[in-house]
């Protein structure tokens, strides 16, 4: 929305005004996304509160509120990170993109092998100071999109050579995966996926894009091949002392392997065994969408919340589900192919190549992300332990999020800036963004290119 505006009378037109200190001239960029950004944490704020009611009653009896307030306070810190990235020129984050990602690399080896271990996984650092834990991987993935933007708008001229345009932005993407994949297998998955697709539109070759495919299928077509042949032999999964003792004696990256394995094979098979614990928590995420059915049992009405392990996190969306039907859990759906478009329309409107690519990235990594998180409750996907952005309880994946979110509106700011038609000069106030924001924007894009 342009800071000016020109009223016509029926004589003549009045002057244009500015609206001063209106949330307009503070919040800028898509208004769409800022008003999805609204709806979603309104929507996390009342499912977590739901969700951990139960929870918070037992833990610190029978204050309800405890994990409410939390969340408040992270979707304020959310909020502030939305408007500090939003506020910051977006060719900025070009150049800090290098030192990011080179620092990400450290910090991911030193979580594999150091890092708090969780659900048989090392995928947190403690932070020393707030005493927080935060999921490097979130880190990493906000640090690869900055710096293969910066690379494939650098490369366009040479994008179609192996050598000097595929190797330079591929060797980025396959270090940060293979990383990532040790601990949390599914968000390097989710994260090679969206990065080929941002590839694909930076017209990457699509031969060596198919290279790449089929590299990534050898090892997961082993992973499903192995799960067959365990369930075929009658080996139980993760039940019997001597796989429990295997565990304890062989090395982190056995167990997990042991574990991918399992979730294919109860994804494939099903397990119904009662000390399974993930097919216990896709059952009675099952249980929770069969109880909602259309119109669901209202808010704050859930019972499977009781019973269902991750309820306010990974399996956030099946008590969304519960609670307000399947018209609920398509509004969700909705929220996030919105965003996606919007998105998707910035990189469109968006003249400079980084901007354009920065966008998009960091759209389809939140999109596909939403997308498996949904899947692995409705038992169309194996189990991932990914959150839903925005909507799961808050942490260090939520504020990652809301700093994406800021740098996508900041490209949509500038964008704005762009569009916007010039006033006269005379007619520009002392506080108003004139051209010159536009030519720095086009300047730094040149520079860095």
Same mark, same amino acid.
């Given at each position: ?10 004589? #003549? ?6 609206? !001063? ?112 834990? *935060? ?59 969206? /990065? ?35 369930? !075929? ?109 919007? /998105? ?5 409107? /968006? ?41 799961? *309880? ?7 999020? /809301? ?12 964008? #704005? ?33």
């Amino acid at each position: 929305m342009a800071a000016t505006a020109e009223i016509e009378t029926g004589e #003549e037109a009045v002057k244009p005004r500015r609206w !001063k200190g209106g949330l307009d001239q503070h919040a800028r960029g898509d208004k769409v996304i800022w008003a999805l950004v609204v709806l979603l944490t309104l929507v996390s704020l009342l499912t977590v509160y739901s969700a951990t009611g139960s929870l918070a009653y037992k833990k610190y009896k029978g204050n309800t509120e405890v994990y409410l307030f939390k969340q408040v306070i992270f979707i304020l810190l959310g909020f502030a990170v939305v408007y500090f990235a939003h506020r910051v020129n977006y060719t900025i984050y070009s150049k800090v993109a290098r030192i990011l990602f080179i620092l990400s690399i450290p910090l991911l080896a030193y979580t594999l092998f150091f890092g708090v271990k969780m659900n048989e996984g090392s995928r947190w650092i403690r932070v020393p100071l707030i005493n927080m834990t *935060m999921q490097t991987s979130d880190l990493a993935k906000l640090a690869l999109f900055m710096y293969l933007a910066r690379l494939l708008s650098r490369k366009q001229q040479v994008i179609k050579s192996f050598k000097k345009g595929f190797l330079p932005v591929i060797l980025p993407i396959g270090i940060t995966c293979l990383l990532i994949a040790p601990a949390n297998l599914s968000t390097a998955l989710l994260l090679g996926a969206s /990065c080929m697709m941002l590839l694909f539109i930076g017209r990457v070759s699509v031969k060596h894009l198919l290279l790449v495919a089929g590299v990534a299928l050898i090892p997961l077509i082993m992973l499903v091949m192995t799960a067959m042949v365990r369930h !075929k032999s009658g080996k139980d999964v993760d039940t019997t002392e001597t796989t429990q003792a295997v565990k304890k004696a062989t090395g982190g990256l056995t167990t997990r392997v042991d574990t991918w394995i399992g979730r294919v094979e109860n994804f494939i098979y099903g397990g119904k065994e009662a000390d399974n614990d993930e097919m216990y928590q896709v059952n009675q995420a099952k249980i929770a969408i069969a109880k909602g059915g259309f119109v669901g049992v209202g808010p704050g009405n859930s019972t499977t919340r009781d019973y269902l392990p991750q309820a306010y996190n990974d399996f956030i969306f099946a008590i969304i589900i519960e609670e307000y039907g399947l018209i609920g859990g398509a509004f969700i759906l909705f929220i996030y192919i919105v965003f996606l478009y919007r /998105c998707i329309r910035i990189f469109k409107r /968006c003249p400079f190549a980084f901007g354009a690519f920065l966008a998009l990235g960091l759209s389809f990594t939140l999109a596909i992300q939403a997308v498996a998180n949904m899947a692995v409750t409705v038992n169309l996907f194996p189990v991932t332990g990914v959150t839903l952005p925005l909507v799961s *309880m808050g942490g260090s994946s939520f504020l990652f999020t /809301c700093l994406a979110i800021g740098i996508i509106l900041s490209v949509s700011r500038n964008v #704005e800036n762009m569009e916007r038609p010039q006033p006269v000069a005379e007619e520009v106030g002392e506080e108003e963004e004139v051209p010159a924001e536009v030519v720095e924007v086009a300047i730094a894009e040149k520079t860095d290119a």
